[in-house]
């Protein structure tokens, strides 16, 4: 399956949630907000929302500071 992130082609070769692709690149845990084709995913829906073939991807991580 293809896909990209954050700006990135990537690929999987299997079907993944939300959740099973923030945990392949060690953001799990972390506060982030995800988008899928512009699409705000609900972190209540991180297990259930599946990533299809195509879809573009932002994982934006908060930062703090000052």
Known sequence: ???????????????LSVLELLERHGLQG??????????VVPKSRFREVEIAEGDRIEVIQAVGGG
């Open 1 to 15: 399956m293809k896909f990209e992130l954050n700006g990135e082609a990537r690929e999987a070769p299997d079907s």
């Open 30 to 39: 972390r506060r982030v907000a995800v988008a899928i084709n512009a699409e």
